[in-house]
Protein backbone atom coordinates (compact mmCIF):
# COMPACT_ATOMS: atom_id res chain seq x y z
CA UNK A 1 0.00 0.00 0.00
CA UNK A 2 1.07 3.50 -0.89
CA UNK A 3 0.19 6.15 0.65
CA UNK A 4 0.50 9.44 -0.85
CA UNK A 5 3.16 11.79 0.11
CA UNK A 6 2.05 15.48 0.54
CA UNK A 7 1.36 18.53 2.17
CA UNK A 8 -2.12 19.97 2.68
CA UNK A 9 -1.78 23.21 2.31
CA UNK A 10 0.15 22.56 -0.89
CA UNK A 11 -1.67 20.21 -2.35
CA UNK A 12 -5.18 22.60 -1.61
CA UNK A 13 -3.34 25.03 -3.82
CA UNK A 14 -2.41 22.58 -6.74
CA UNK A 15 -6.01 21.06 -6.83
CA UNK A 16 -7.29 24.78 -7.17
CA UNK A 17 -5.04 25.18 -10.03
CA UNK A 18 -5.91 21.87 -11.71
CA UNK A 19 -9.44 22.44 -11.75
CA UNK A 20 -9.31 25.66 -13.54
CA UNK A 21 -9.91 25.62 -17.11
CA UNK A 22 -6.83 24.06 -19.68
CA UNK A 23 -4.79 22.60 -16.59
CA UNK A 24 -4.40 19.69 -15.36
CA UNK A 25 -2.90 17.90 -12.28
CA UNK A 26 0.75 18.06 -13.59
CA UNK A 27 0.70 21.56 -15.34
CA UNK A 28 -0.92 22.85 -11.82
CA UNK A 29 1.80 21.35 -9.77
CA UNK A 30 4.16 22.45 -11.79
CA UNK A 31 2.80 26.05 -11.52
CA UNK A 32 2.36 26.19 -7.76
CA UNK A 33 5.92 24.53 -7.22
CA UNK A 34 7.33 27.83 -9.59
CA UNK A 35 5.16 29.91 -7.88
CA UNK A 36 6.32 28.95 -4.04
CA UNK A 37 10.43 29.01 -5.26
CA UNK A 38 11.57 30.83 -8.58
CA UNK A 39 8.20 32.76 -8.93
CA UNK A 40 7.51 34.20 -5.70
CA UNK A 41 7.03 37.71 -6.56
CA UNK A 42 4.85 37.22 -9.42
CA UNK A 43 2.79 34.84 -6.69
CA UNK A 44 2.48 37.59 -4.57
CA UNK A 45 1.62 40.04 -7.46
CA UNK A 46 -1.05 37.66 -8.45
CA UNK A 47 -2.37 37.69 -4.79
CA UNK A 48 -2.95 41.41 -4.91
CA UNK A 49 -3.76 41.59 -8.18
CA UNK A 50 -6.37 39.09 -8.08
CA UNK A 51 -8.03 40.00 -4.80
CA UNK A 52 -8.05 44.41 -6.01
CA UNK A 53 -9.91 43.12 -9.57
CA UNK A 54 -12.10 40.51 -7.61
CA UNK A 55 -13.05 44.17 -5.55
CA UNK A 56 -13.38 45.99 -8.15
CA UNK A 57 -14.78 44.29 -11.37
CA UNK A 58 -18.29 44.74 -12.30
CA UNK A 59 -20.35 44.53 -15.71
CA UNK A 60 -20.20 47.80 -17.84
CA UNK A 61 -24.05 49.37 -17.41
CA UNK A 62 -24.26 49.81 -20.65
CA UNK A 63 -22.53 46.77 -22.73
CA UNK A 64 -22.63 44.24 -20.17
CA UNK A 65 -18.46 43.49 -20.62
CA UNK A 66 -16.48 43.04 -17.33
CA UNK A 67 -14.63 46.29 -16.17
CA UNK A 68 -12.82 48.12 -13.66
CA UNK A 69 -13.77 51.24 -14.37
CA UNK A 70 -17.13 52.88 -14.10
CA UNK A 71 -18.35 52.72 -17.86
CA UNK A 72 -15.93 50.34 -20.03
CA UNK A 73 -13.66 51.74 -23.11
CA UNK A 74 -15.69 50.99 -25.55
CA UNK A 75 -18.55 52.20 -24.08
CA UNK A 76 -17.30 55.81 -23.10
CA UNK A 77 -16.09 56.03 -26.38
CA UNK A 78 -18.47 58.69 -28.04
CA UNK A 79 -17.51 58.81 -31.34
CA UNK A 80 -19.10 55.46 -32.22
CA UNK A 81 -22.45 54.84 -34.33
CA UNK A 82 -25.20 54.64 -31.72
CA UNK A 83 -27.62 53.19 -34.56
CA UNK A 84 -26.28 50.11 -34.55
CA UNK A 85 -25.43 47.36 -31.93
CA UNK A 86 -23.33 44.01 -32.30
CA UNK A 87 -24.18 41.63 -29.83
CA UNK A 88 -20.99 39.35 -28.86
CA UNK A 89 -20.22 36.45 -26.73
CA UNK A 90 -17.08 37.48 -25.69
CA UNK A 91 -14.46 40.27 -24.93
CA UNK A 92 -12.81 38.38 -27.39
CA UNK A 93 -14.90 38.01 -30.09
CA UNK A 94 -15.70 41.48 -29.21
CA UNK A 95 -11.92 42.44 -30.15
CA UNK A 96 -11.86 40.40 -33.14
CA UNK A 97 -14.50 42.34 -34.84
CA UNK A 98 -12.72 45.65 -33.43
CA UNK A 99 -9.86 44.07 -35.32
CA UNK A 100 -11.36 44.04 -38.88
CA UNK A 101 -11.73 47.12 -38.78
CA UNK A 102 -15.30 46.78 -40.74
CA UNK A 103 -17.80 47.54 -37.86
CA UNK A 104 -18.15 51.00 -35.93
CA UNK A 105 -21.00 50.68 -34.14
CA UNK A 106 -22.05 49.76 -30.62
CA UNK A 107 -21.12 46.51 -28.61
CA UNK A 108 -23.33 44.30 -25.92
CA UNK A 109 -21.12 41.33 -24.59
CA UNK A 110 -23.23 38.45 -23.01
CA UNK A 111 -20.03 36.85 -21.36
CA UNK A 112 -20.86 33.17 -22.43
CA UNK A 113 -23.44 31.63 -24.12
CA UNK A 114 -27.11 29.98 -23.02
CA UNK A 115 -26.22 26.75 -21.59
CA UNK A 116 -28.82 24.83 -19.82
CA UNK A 117 -26.86 22.55 -18.01
CA UNK A 118 -24.90 24.56 -16.22
CA UNK A 119 -28.46 27.06 -15.72
CA UNK A 120 -26.88 30.20 -18.19
CA UNK A 121 -30.00 31.35 -19.60
CA UNK A 122 -31.12 35.13 -21.18
CA UNK A 123 -30.86 36.32 -18.00
CA UNK A 124 -27.80 35.28 -16.97
CA UNK A 125 -26.39 36.74 -20.43
CA UNK A 126 -27.75 39.79 -18.99
CA UNK A 127 -30.78 40.30 -21.72
CA UNK A 128 -32.78 42.31 -19.09
CA UNK A 129 -29.63 45.34 -19.23
CA UNK A 130 -29.75 44.80 -23.33
CA UNK A 131 -33.71 45.79 -23.55
CA UNK A 132 -33.37 48.49 -21.28
CA UNK A 133 -30.52 49.65 -23.40
CA UNK A 134 -32.39 48.86 -26.64
CA UNK A 135 -35.40 51.32 -24.77
CA UNK A 136 -33.51 54.00 -24.24
CA UNK A 137 -30.87 54.70 -27.42
CA UNK A 138 -31.70 55.21 -30.81
CA UNK A 139 -30.88 51.29 -32.22
CA UNK A 140 -32.12 50.81 -35.15
CA UNK A 141 -29.95 47.35 -36.19
CA UNK A 142 -29.28 44.03 -33.74
CA UNK A 143 -26.07 41.87 -35.43
CA UNK A 144 -26.53 39.04 -33.53
CA UNK A 145 -22.11 38.03 -33.82
CA UNK A 146 -22.08 34.62 -31.60
CA UNK A 147 -20.60 31.99 -33.33
CA UNK A 148 -21.92 29.40 -36.01
CA UNK A 149 -21.68 26.68 -33.04
CA UNK A 150 -24.53 24.58 -31.60
CA UNK A 151 -24.12 26.85 -28.44
CA UNK A 152 -23.85 30.00 -30.31
CA UNK A 153 -27.04 29.23 -32.98
CA UNK A 154 -29.06 28.81 -29.34
CA UNK A 155 -27.65 31.94 -28.23
CA UNK A 156 -28.66 33.89 -31.46
CA UNK A 157 -31.66 31.98 -31.82
CA UNK A 158 -33.08 32.97 -28.31
CA UNK A 159 -32.12 36.18 -28.24
CA UNK A 160 -33.13 36.99 -31.67
CA UNK A 161 -36.69 35.81 -30.42
CA UNK A 162 -36.40 38.08 -27.24
CA UNK A 163 -35.86 41.07 -29.01
CA UNK A 164 -38.31 40.52 -31.98
CA UNK A 165 -41.08 40.63 -28.89
CA UNK A 166 -39.45 43.04 -27.07
CA UNK A 167 -39.40 46.00 -29.93
CA UNK A 168 -40.62 44.23 -33.34
CA UNK A 169 -39.67 47.23 -35.55
CA UNK A 170 -36.06 46.23 -35.04
CA UNK A 171 -33.97 44.91 -38.00
CA UNK A 172 -32.00 41.91 -36.25
CA UNK A 173 -29.68 40.46 -38.42
CA UNK A 174 -26.40 37.87 -37.32
CA UNK A 175 -22.92 37.54 -39.32
CA UNK A 176 -23.04 36.41 -42.78
CA UNK A 177 -21.62 32.60 -43.41
CA UNK A 178 -19.63 31.93 -46.05
CA UNK A 179 -16.15 30.78 -47.23
CA UNK A 180 -13.37 31.98 -44.92
CA UNK A 181 -10.42 33.94 -46.60
CA UNK A 182 -7.45 31.98 -47.62
CA UNK A 183 -9.18 28.57 -47.83
CA UNK A 184 -9.08 26.58 -50.67
CA UNK A 185 -13.43 25.68 -51.12
CA UNK A 186 -12.01 21.88 -51.82
CA UNK A 187 -11.17 21.56 -47.98
CA UNK A 188 -14.10 23.77 -46.84
CA UNK A 189 -16.94 21.32 -45.04
CA UNK A 190 -20.14 21.01 -46.63
CA UNK A 191 -22.05 22.94 -43.82
CA UNK A 192 -19.84 25.87 -44.61
CA UNK A 193 -20.25 25.21 -48.68
CA UNK A 194 -24.29 25.48 -48.40
CA UNK A 195 -24.33 28.49 -46.58
CA UNK A 196 -21.63 30.47 -48.98
CA UNK A 197 -24.56 28.85 -51.84
CA UNK A 198 -27.04 30.25 -50.27
CA UNK A 199 -26.01 33.34 -49.37
CA UNK A 200 -24.56 34.30 -52.71
CA UNK A 201 -24.39 37.54 -54.24
CA UNK B 1 -5.67 51.43 -37.05
CA UNK B 2 -6.86 49.15 -34.21
CA UNK B 3 -6.33 49.54 -30.81
CA UNK B 4 -6.98 46.87 -27.92
CA UNK B 5 -9.86 47.64 -26.14
CA UNK B 6 -9.14 46.82 -22.68
CA UNK B 7 -9.32 47.34 -19.12
CA UNK B 8 -5.88 47.78 -17.34
CA UNK B 9 -6.18 45.77 -14.11
CA UNK B 10 -8.26 42.77 -16.33
CA UNK B 11 -5.41 42.78 -18.37
CA UNK B 12 -2.83 43.03 -16.35
CA UNK B 13 -4.03 40.06 -14.69
CA UNK B 14 -4.27 38.13 -18.14
CA UNK B 15 -0.63 38.77 -18.57
CA UNK B 16 0.23 37.41 -14.92
CA UNK B 17 -1.61 34.12 -15.62
CA UNK B 18 -0.33 34.17 -19.59
CA UNK B 19 3.37 33.64 -18.17
CA UNK B 20 3.03 30.66 -16.11
CA UNK B 21 3.87 27.61 -17.59
CA UNK B 22 1.71 25.91 -19.62
CA UNK B 23 -0.48 28.71 -20.19
CA UNK B 24 -1.00 31.22 -23.19
CA UNK B 25 -2.91 34.74 -23.93
CA UNK B 26 -6.03 32.72 -24.68
CA UNK B 27 -6.14 30.20 -22.00
CA UNK B 28 -5.21 33.33 -19.65
CA UNK B 29 -8.15 35.10 -20.44
CA UNK B 30 -10.60 31.90 -20.26
CA UNK B 31 -9.02 31.70 -16.66
CA UNK B 32 -9.49 35.37 -15.70
CA UNK B 33 -13.11 35.68 -16.99
CA UNK B 34 -14.07 32.51 -14.99
CA UNK B 35 -12.79 33.46 -11.84
CA UNK B 36 -14.01 36.55 -11.97
CA UNK B 37 -17.69 35.78 -12.84
CA UNK B 38 -18.72 32.26 -12.28
CA UNK B 39 -15.62 31.12 -10.26
CA UNK B 40 -15.61 34.18 -7.71
CA UNK B 41 -15.50 31.81 -4.72
CA UNK B 42 -12.48 29.96 -5.97
CA UNK B 43 -10.66 33.05 -6.60
CA UNK B 44 -11.17 34.29 -3.52
CA UNK B 45 -10.22 30.88 -1.99
CA UNK B 46 -6.86 31.07 -4.68
CA UNK B 47 -6.14 34.61 -3.29
CA UNK B 48 -6.17 33.15 0.29
CA UNK B 49 -4.44 29.54 0.00
CA UNK B 50 -1.85 31.18 -2.21
CA UNK B 51 -0.79 33.65 0.26
CA UNK B 52 -1.28 32.03 3.11
CA UNK B 53 1.12 28.92 1.63
CA UNK B 54 3.42 31.67 0.10
CA UNK B 55 4.05 32.64 4.13
CA UNK B 56 4.29 29.32 5.37
CA UNK B 57 6.57 27.39 2.87
CA UNK B 58 9.79 26.70 3.30
CA UNK B 59 12.50 24.20 2.52
CA UNK B 60 12.02 21.05 4.54
CA UNK B 61 15.54 21.09 6.61
CA UNK B 62 16.30 17.99 6.28
CA UNK B 63 15.51 16.47 2.32
CA UNK B 64 14.99 20.26 0.59
CA UNK B 65 11.77 19.52 -0.82
CA UNK B 66 8.72 21.86 -0.07
CA UNK B 67 6.66 21.87 2.69
CA UNK B 68 4.66 24.08 5.25
CA UNK B 69 5.10 21.99 8.26
CA UNK B 70 8.65 22.14 10.32
CA UNK B 71 9.81 18.86 8.71
CA UNK B 72 8.05 16.89 5.31
CA UNK B 73 5.73 14.08 5.61
CA UNK B 74 8.50 11.16 4.40
CA UNK B 75 11.27 12.96 7.18
CA UNK B 76 9.05 12.89 9.44
CA UNK B 77 8.46 9.41 9.09
CA UNK B 78 10.48 7.06 11.70
CA UNK B 79 9.85 3.74 10.27
CA UNK B 80 12.57 4.30 7.12
CA UNK B 81 15.88 2.83 6.12
CA UNK B 82 17.96 5.61 7.31
CA UNK B 83 21.30 4.20 5.07
CA UNK B 84 20.16 4.53 1.63
CA UNK B 85 19.18 8.26 0.55
CA UNK B 86 18.03 9.10 -2.43
CA UNK B 87 18.35 12.17 -4.63
CA UNK B 88 15.45 12.86 -6.99
CA UNK B 89 14.71 16.13 -8.88
CA UNK B 90 10.78 16.80 -8.05
CA UNK B 91 8.31 15.71 -5.38
CA UNK B 92 6.33 14.09 -8.24
CA UNK B 93 9.66 12.09 -8.49
CA UNK B 94 9.91 11.18 -5.16
CA UNK B 95 5.75 10.14 -5.21
CA UNK B 96 6.53 7.93 -8.75
CA UNK B 97 9.58 6.14 -6.73
CA UNK B 98 7.16 5.61 -3.33
CA UNK B 99 4.56 4.31 -5.95
CA UNK B 100 6.99 1.43 -7.14
CA UNK B 101 7.17 -0.03 -3.23
CA UNK B 102 10.76 -0.90 -4.49
CA UNK B 103 12.53 2.03 -2.16
CA UNK B 104 12.00 2.16 2.04
CA UNK B 105 15.34 4.73 2.28
CA UNK B 106 15.35 8.47 2.57
CA UNK B 107 15.11 11.03 0.39
CA UNK B 108 16.42 14.27 -0.84
CA UNK B 109 14.63 16.43 -3.60
CA UNK B 110 16.35 19.20 -5.67
CA UNK B 111 13.41 21.02 -6.48
CA UNK B 112 15.07 20.95 -9.83
CA UNK B 113 18.43 20.31 -11.89
CA UNK B 114 21.44 21.62 -12.68
CA UNK B 115 20.84 24.88 -15.25
CA UNK B 116 23.31 27.33 -16.40
CA UNK B 117 21.13 28.96 -18.29
CA UNK B 118 18.42 30.11 -15.33
CA UNK B 119 21.64 30.53 -12.96
CA UNK B 120 20.34 26.66 -11.26
CA UNK B 121 23.62 25.46 -9.83
CA UNK B 122 24.42 22.38 -7.30
CA UNK B 123 24.08 25.03 -4.29
CA UNK B 124 20.23 26.59 -5.21
CA UNK B 125 19.58 22.64 -5.44
CA UNK B 126 20.47 22.73 -2.20
CA UNK B 127 23.64 20.83 -2.05
CA UNK B 128 24.85 22.50 1.43
CA UNK B 129 21.69 20.79 2.98
CA UNK B 130 23.06 17.62 1.19
CA UNK B 131 26.32 17.10 2.17
CA UNK B 132 25.60 18.52 5.67
CA UNK B 133 22.87 15.64 6.17
CA UNK B 134 25.42 12.78 5.03
CA UNK B 135 27.53 14.09 7.58
CA UNK B 136 25.24 14.08 10.43
CA UNK B 137 23.27 10.67 9.24
CA UNK B 138 24.64 7.12 9.04
CA UNK B 139 24.28 6.81 5.43
CA UNK B 140 26.07 4.32 3.58
CA UNK B 141 24.55 4.94 0.29
CA UNK B 142 23.28 7.64 -2.21
CA UNK B 143 20.97 6.20 -5.05
CA UNK B 144 20.85 9.20 -7.68
CA UNK B 145 17.65 9.48 -9.12
CA UNK B 146 17.27 12.08 -11.70
CA UNK B 147 15.97 11.42 -15.73
CA UNK B 148 17.92 10.40 -18.23
CA UNK B 149 17.74 13.09 -19.69
CA UNK B 150 20.61 15.53 -20.77
CA UNK B 151 19.70 18.15 -17.88
CA UNK B 152 19.23 15.33 -15.66
CA UNK B 153 22.68 13.47 -16.69
CA UNK B 154 24.66 16.60 -15.75
CA UNK B 155 22.92 17.19 -12.58
CA UNK B 156 23.96 13.47 -11.53
CA UNK B 157 27.50 14.05 -12.35
CA UNK B 158 28.33 17.14 -11.00
CA UNK B 159 26.43 15.79 -7.77
CA UNK B 160 28.15 12.83 -7.60
CA UNK B 161 31.57 14.91 -8.16
CA UNK B 162 30.44 16.59 -4.76
CA UNK B 163 29.46 14.16 -3.09
CA UNK B 164 32.83 11.86 -3.81
CA UNK B 165 34.73 14.91 -3.18
CA UNK B 166 33.35 15.29 0.29
CA UNK B 167 32.98 11.72 1.19
CA UNK B 168 34.73 9.92 -0.44
CA UNK B 169 33.70 6.09 0.96
CA UNK B 170 30.20 6.50 0.41
CA UNK B 171 28.59 4.37 -2.51
CA UNK B 172 26.79 6.08 -5.20
CA UNK B 173 25.13 4.43 -7.55
CA UNK B 174 22.33 5.61 -10.21
CA UNK B 175 18.53 3.79 -11.10
CA UNK B 176 19.13 1.05 -13.75
CA UNK B 177 19.08 1.93 -17.26
CA UNK B 178 17.08 -0.28 -19.78
CA UNK B 179 14.51 -1.59 -20.98
CA UNK B 180 10.82 0.03 -19.50
CA UNK B 181 8.42 -2.75 -18.92
CA UNK B 182 5.70 -3.70 -21.26
CA UNK B 183 7.41 -2.26 -24.50
CA UNK B 184 8.39 -3.85 -27.37
CA UNK B 185 12.48 -4.59 -28.00
CA UNK B 186 11.73 -3.43 -31.34
CA UNK B 187 10.09 -0.03 -30.88
CA UNK B 188 12.69 1.12 -28.36
CA UNK B 189 15.39 4.16 -29.12
CA UNK B 190 18.66 2.66 -29.55
CA UNK B 191 20.26 4.44 -26.75
CA UNK B 192 17.72 2.59 -24.29
CA UNK B 193 18.64 -0.74 -26.10
CA UNK B 194 22.91 0.25 -25.76
CA UNK B 195 22.19 0.57 -22.21
CA UNK B 196 19.94 -2.53 -21.85
CA UNK B 197 23.03 -4.67 -23.23
CA UNK B 198 25.63 -2.61 -21.17
CA UNK B 199 23.94 -3.52 -18.23
CA UNK B 200 22.46 -7.39 -19.05
CA UNK B 201 22.82 -9.86 -16.12
Do not use: W
Amino acid sequence: MTTKITDEKISRLEELFASLPGLGPRSASRIVAELLTTRRPQAQRLCRDLSETLEAVHHCPRCHALTTRPMCVVCADQTRDKTVLCIVETPADLQAIESSVAYKGGYFVLMGRVNPLQAVGPEELGVNTLLERLDKEPIEEVVIATSYTPEGETTAHLLAGVIKKHKPQLKVTRLARGLPSGVEIEYTDAATIASAVAGRR
